[in-house]
């Protein structure tokens, strides 16, 4: 069996089981227990080489293996089209564009070790710095993480001694709760305008308003339904047999049921799809679809599940596609973010009523400027009970878990 795994090294937890997941306080994890779902994302854009117009897609999965080694992380598989070249990971996923490159880790990876050898594949390029982005949804169990992701702001001083003082800080939503770190550094030119879309429309690109492809929808989502769970797994039980009754099935069959039951590829037709089955439990998926990708992980262990939506498609910020993604997964608390370059474009003002089919509060709405003209917008709501197997968890919504220690 060539299935990679994570890092889950207690074969013995009960990932689909509700009850035994119920009856586990968080006190009780362990560090063996535990993966760390939310991931850690670095956005870094580039001035375009004009005597190097392929940019970073220059460099192949070889170069890329050397970087993502500094954080701990290895290719598993890769898609391409005209725009991007995406790289699923053993954690989470790179995307690769001429003048961008988006890495996002989840576990306890050590992501910003890559920055030194990504400028010096820039330099390389014939290209420089023209800004960073970094940010993650607060970790559940940070006393896991390394350095220089042990805090927020040990993160902020591994940048500020790479970049100087100019790092812009901040967090959106409560510093207790359901929060989103974020940091950001400027390039010492000023920052270019979005670049337009080509002249030439495609299905994906016709009737928006806005085009811009460089603003980045987030959308996090925690304790799934024990149903949806089971979806992403293929646990042994006693018997021999899956626990989810998948049944046997051939190399990438499983990945690909996983991705139709979820309702992930009606949500996405037409878009190229590259997706993973883990050992014994997880999903990744990247999706192209002309200059836009879709992202989406999931930790389905029953007492921390956790699932993440990304893409560039400006789409996907209306309410009733948000509640289609939210649809796939039954969570228990969503939360969205929304990191524009242009300060001007922020996340709609959502209401309860634009999530009448799973909200059970109304929208908590934040929107920070970030440095620069670009901004964080941020929404964070309770799901309907009715979508969520699993009672809710205070600390999903209100912090990190806590572990036991292990002997």
């Known amino acids: 069996d060539n ?80 725009h991007c070249d995406a790289y699923l990971l053993s954690e989470s996923s790179l995307f690769v564009f001429a003048d961008r490159v988006i890495l996002k880790t989840c576990g306890t990876t050590t992501l910003l070790l890559v920055l030194p050898r990504l400028l010096e594949m820039a330099a390389t390029a014939g290209t420089a710095l023209e800004r960073l982005q970094y940010g993650h949804l607060r970790y559940k169990f940070p006393q896991l993480q390394l350095y220089p992701s042990r805090s927020h702001d040990e993160e902020r001083a591994y940048l500020v001694a790479m970049f100087g003082e100019g790092v812009h800080a901040l967090t959106v939503g409560p510093a207790d709760g359901c929060c989103w770190h974020v940091l950001a550094v400027e390039g010492r030119a000023a920052v270019a305008a979005p670049r337009p879309l080509p002249a030439q429309l495609n299905k994906w690109q016709m009737a928006l308003p806005s085009l811009a492809g460089e603003d980045i929808l987030e959308v996090a989502m925690e304790g799934l339904s024990a149903e949806v769970c089971a979806l992403f797994g293929f646990e042994r039980g006693p018997d021999g047999k899956d626990v989810a009754g998948w049944g046997p099935l051939p190399d990438g069959a499983l990945a690909r049921a996983m991705t139709t039951s979820c309702g992930l590829a009606d949500l996405l037709p037409g878009a190229l799809i590259d997706d993973w089955a883990f050992e014994p439990c997880g999903y990744s998926m990247n999706a192209l679809a002309g200059p836009y990708y879709y992202t989406v992980h999931v930790t389905p262990e029953v007492a921390f599940s956790y699932a993440s939506f990304e893409t560039n498609d400006p789409r996907f910020r209306a309410a009733d596609l948000v509640e289609r993604v939210v649809g796939c997964f039954s969570p228990s608390v969503v939360t969205l973010t929304l990191t524009s370059r242009d300060g001007t474009h922020r996340l709609p003002a959502y209401s309860r009523r634009d999530f009448e089919r799973t909200a059970a509060s109304a929208p908590t709405i934040e929107h920070k400027p970030l440095g620069n003209g670009a901004a964080v917008s941020y929404a964070t709501y309770r799901a309907a009970e009715r979508r969520a197997g699993l009672p809710l968890v205070k600390s999903f919504c209100d912090g990190a878990l806590g572990l036991a220690a292990v002997p």
């Open 3 to 82: 299935t990679p795994q994570r890092n889950r090294t207690n074969m013995d937890f009960p990932m689909h089981d509700p009850a035994a997941a119920a009856a586990l306080a968080p006190c009780t994890l362990s560090t063996e227990d535990v993966f760390e779902g939310p991931e850690k994302k670095l956005e870094v854009y580039f001035r375009t080489s004009v005597s190097q117009p392929s940019g970073f897609r220059q460099y192949g999965a070889e170069a890329w293996s050397e970087l993502l080694s500094l954080a701990a992380c290895t290719i598993l598989n890769q898609r391409s089209n005209d």
